[in-house]
């Protein structure tokens, strides 16, 4: 079967960096866009990251700009999310997510399929 499982969440303080994981089994992520997204509790689902299938798009929410990569690893089958810097408003479950492909113009991953359970990231003092 088809899964995403997400690592690397945790607490950290502000200024701080983090690197998630997202481990794919059962398919290969080299044939996807891959989305990162998150949430924070009583707030809307929000796209952050995204990077098409052959990395030549790549998508990143305005906040996260200079604090946050993503990249892949095909031959581990794993996807990351770089985060450095980061603020009291980045905390939130982080979710990684497999999709079609990208918009054209944007970059923003478009035909989402399978999602992961999510990573709690932590910002506090």
């Known amino acids: 079967q088809d899964q995403l499982v997400e690592s690397g969440g945790g607490l950290v303080q502000p200024g701080g960096s983090l690197r998630l994981s997202c481990q794919a089994s059962?398919?290969?992520?080299?044939?996807?866009?891959i989305g990162w997204f998150r949430q924070a509790p009583g707030k809307e689902r929000e796209a952050v990251s995204c990077?098409?299938?052959?990395?030549?798009?790549?998508y990143y929410v305005d906040s996260v700009k200079g604090r946050f990569s993503i990249s892949r690893d095909n031959a581990k089958n794993t996807a990351y999310l770089q985060m450095n810097n980061l603020k009291f408003d980045d905390t939130a479950v982080y979710y990684c997510?497999?999709?079609?492909?990208?918009?054209?113009?944007?970059?923003?991953?478009?035909?989402?399929?399978?999602w992961g359970k999510g990573t709690l990231v932590t910002v506090s003092q």
């Open positions: 059962g398919f290969n992520l080299k044939s996807y866009a």
């Open positions: 990077i098409g299938p052959d990395d030549g798009k790549i």
């Open positions: 997510a497999t999709a079609l492909g990208v918009v054209v113009g944007s970059g923003e991953c478009a035909g989402m399929l399978n």
